[in-house]
């Protein structure tokens, strides 16, 4: 049924396409859909373009497994739009005609910005393709049985036929019914949370039964580890230090396994865990079996004790019910981590093992973002919110929607419409996150699986339409993307900077090849990438967006001395500056797979350092520059 | 080069009072996000603490940002709406946003 569903959606989303496509015969009409849509559709499409892959995906993902936290981002993400409405909406909509860069430069008429703008445009797009590519890759690998390269590849393709046939038109209506869809179908999932209820052994409404992880008592003399009940033998032991945790090597009856070393209170206990073994002639193994279709990673996730109790079923709660007894300090949940090592026959391993945390420790931050840590984790945790914050009102595929209407108070009233329509949605992030923390339904592989799995433990129907959904999700925010991108290098730098003179018909021409080398960039990007929370790649995209895009923005709008070689230099500071923070961050190295410890940058959010230098710069070459600049005349903020 | 918008609209004479209440607006916005990661940096615990309905202050203060942009915006609107009826001479219209 998901796979139905799934190709009667993309088949409606090609046809739509072309039946666009066939309509659009101006650079207008592929670039900013000839400013005609409606400001109630265009609301609704910023919230398909802004409910990507990381706020469906990601962001519920995030919750399931590491709390409040996950949350932070739904905060950060949506408290943006305020700098979109308040500052940027109109404005941008008065100065610009198709692209971020024709705003900016609107009073200047400099190549200096159009070069610069258009590379900070390319750059943050990419920057922000990267995760929905690998959302792309999660989503389709479930759900049609494929590797996940062929998923990113069969989504990359998808996309640049669709950006390459109507552009913006097609994307502004595929939006549209997405984000609509989005909304509507979250609701439903949280209203089906809230009457499944609580329960300490979840069974996914008896499709899937609990299973109960064994526990086992153990001593410890000498340094030597032994098993109280007999018939167990301890074959080795594993430090991993990267995650300050201990596993031993079991077995019993011919079966061995790792179990996680608990030291609590003076004693010593050991947990079942799940493990994926890749030996060293490449076979894979799960949980000591071979792996396949049927010996697959077991379910994970429930609540141990609720409210002090250890064996509740309670079958129907309220929102508020739901939050509250999840932050409750005597509400203990089971989470899962995980930790790797090469074993001693080079056999790479991945334990998943259970931990536990207390409701008033998960509903509040702490997990992820040290807010109690070290002045530099406190740093890292202001600089992602100021990133979010900031970053909204300076995504190029955010900006250029303000094309799409007719007027300056159109954009307005579609921001608020989006305010409405993503506010709400991000509040339902929350229940969906902890629905999927709680109910055994978390792949303890794969954080980003949260939502389309909790879907599947209801029914395959709301499973099949929500993984539809979340394709859309990916389809729709890719096109924005490789529209905006697109537009920079056909619009920005072929046509402006460049000066190539070139026709309607050749403007379209030169969209599409962007559209393509853009897209074919964003599948390869995709790929390297996987495995990483696209959450936390969407916040580094964020980052890099408003600190190349959003001083530049302001200071145009709001400081009358503001130089072109001023907003030049902001530019050029803003992207380099973060994306080499970024570069050498922990946590990039982790993903280089060097180690973390050794990045020379100490934090992996790198807002706070590259948004208030891009400023600084904006503000000392401007006014250095005073002398013969120059404004086109006739162009009023 | 062409500068003009891809569709072309009309001066608009509530664009000074407009991004003026705006740049208010979302310096008060600020303040308000502020407080919640001073208080998430300076005492997270008290994040902990049952602020109403059983819900403790972070999931509290957290939605309450969300709803307060959402607040915040209609009231936006409704002050744009105004002021543009006024400077065309004409009433504003009722409902919608």
Aim: some cysteine; charged content about 15%; glycine content about 10%.
């Amino acid at each position: 049924m998901a796979i139905t569903a799934f190709l009667i959606f993309v088949a409606f989303v090609l046809g739509l396409s072309f039946y666009l496509g066939y309509r659009t015969r101006t650079s207008s009409g592929y670039y900013a859909a000839g400013g005609r849509i409606h400001w109630s559709v265009n609301g609704i499409a910023f919230a398909g373009d802004y409910l990507s892959a990381a706020s469906f995906l990601g962001i519920c993902g995030m919750i399931a497994t590491l709390g409040y936290d996950g949350f932070l981002y739904s905060v950060g993400f949506l408290a943006g739009w305020i700098v979109a409405l308040f500052v940027v909406a109109e404005p941008m909509k008065r100065l610009g005609k198709y692209t971020f860069t024709d705003a900016v430069d609107a009073k200047f008429n400099s190549r200096g910005i159009k070069l610069a703008a258009a590379v900070s445009t390319l750059v943050v797009s990419i920057c922000y393709l990267i995760p929905q590519m690998v959302g792309a890759g999660v989503l389709v690998e479930p759900l049609l049985g494929i590797a996940h390269h062929w998923g990113v590849i069969m989504v990359g393709a998808i996309v640049i036929t669709i950006v390459a046939t109507a552009g913006m038109a097609s994307t502004t209506y595929v939006q549209f019914i997405k984000g609509g869809m989005l909304i509507v179908f979250s609701t439903i999932m949280v209203i089906a949370i809230c009457a499944r209820g609580f329960s300490t052994k979840p069974d996914q409404g008896g499709q899937v039964p609990f299973y109960e992880y064994a526990t086992l008592a153990a001593t410890e003399a000498d340094g030597r580890l032994a098993v109280a009940e007999p018939g167990w033998e301890v074959i080795e032991t594993q430090e991993v230090k990267a995650a300050g945790v201990s596993f031993a090597k079991l077995s019993r009856e011919g079966r061995v396994g790792w179990w996680l070393i608990s030291r609590a209170e003076g004693r010593v206990a050991l947990k079942e865990t799940q493990s994926v073994v890749v030996l060293s002639n490449g076979t894979k193994q799960i949980n000591g079996a071979p792996a396949s279709a049927e010996n697959t990673l077991r379910q994970v996730g429930n609540i141990e004790r609720l409210r002090g109790k250890t064996d509740p079923v309670q079958e129907s709660i309220s929102p508020t019910e739901l939050l509250a007894a999840m932050s409750d300090k005597d509400t203990v949940v089971r989470r899962w981590k995980d930790a790797s090592f090469t074993d001693k026959d080079g056999a790479k391993t991945t334990l998943y093992f259970p931990v536990t945390t207390a409701g008033n420790i998960l509903m509040r931050p702490g997990l992820k973002f040290k807010v109690q840590g070290t002045p530099l984790e406190k740093l890292d945790f202001v600089s992602l919110m100021l990133a979010l914050f900031l970053g909204t009102a300076a995504l190029p595929h955010i900006l250029i929607r303000y094309y799409t209407v007719p007027s300056p108070a159109s954009a307005r009233k579609s921001t608020i419409v989006a305010i409405f329509a993503i506010g709400f949605f991000y509040i339902l992030t929350l229940f969906m996150g902890l629905g999927a923390m709680i109910n055994s339904v978390m792949n303890p592989a794969d954080s980003n699986m949260a939502a389309p799995l909790l879907a599947r433990s209801f029914n395959s129907l709301l499973f099949a339409v929500i993984s539809a959904i979340a394709f859309s999700t990916v389809l729709g925010t890719v096109a924005g993307l490789i529209v905006a991108a697109s537009g920079a290098v056909a619009h920005d730098f072929c046509d402006r900077f460049l000066r190539i003179r070139m026709d309607d018909r050749r403007k379209i021409r030169a969209g599409k090849l962007s559209a393509f080398a853009v897209g074919t960039l964003a599948i390869v990007l995709g790929i390297s990438f996987k495995g990483m929370n696209v959450s936390f790649l969407v916040g580094l995209a964020f980052a890099v967006a408003a600190s190349a895009n959003l001083p530049a923005i302001l200071m145009l709008l709001f400081w009358k001395r503001t130089t072109a070689k001023g907003i030049t230099a902001s530019i050029v500071t803003g992207v380099v500056l973060s994306l080499g923070l970024i570069l050498f961050s922990p946590d990039m190295y982790k993903q280089f797979g060097w180690d973390p410890t050794t990045a020379p940058i100490p934090f992996s959010n790198p807002g706070i350092a590259s948004i208030p230098m891009s400023f600084i710069v904006l503000v000392v070459v401007s006014l250095l520059t005073q002398k013969g600049s120059t404004r086109v005349a006739g162009h009023p903020v | 080069m062409l500068h003009e918008p891809a569709s072309q609209s009309g001066r608009d004479p509530a664009a000074e009072y407009k991004a003026r209440l705006g740049l208010w607006m979302f310096l008060f916005y600020c303040l308000v996000y502020a407080g919640f990661v001073v208080i998430n940096l300076a005492d997270p615990k008290l994040m902990e603490a049952t602020v109403v309905w059983d819900l403790n202050l972070a999931v509290v203060y957290g939605m309450g940002l969300i709803l307060f942009a959402v607040i915040l915006a209609v009231l936006y609107d409704l002050a744009c709406r105004r002021r543009e009826a006024a400077l065309a001479g004409e009433p504003a219209k009722k409902g919608g946003i």
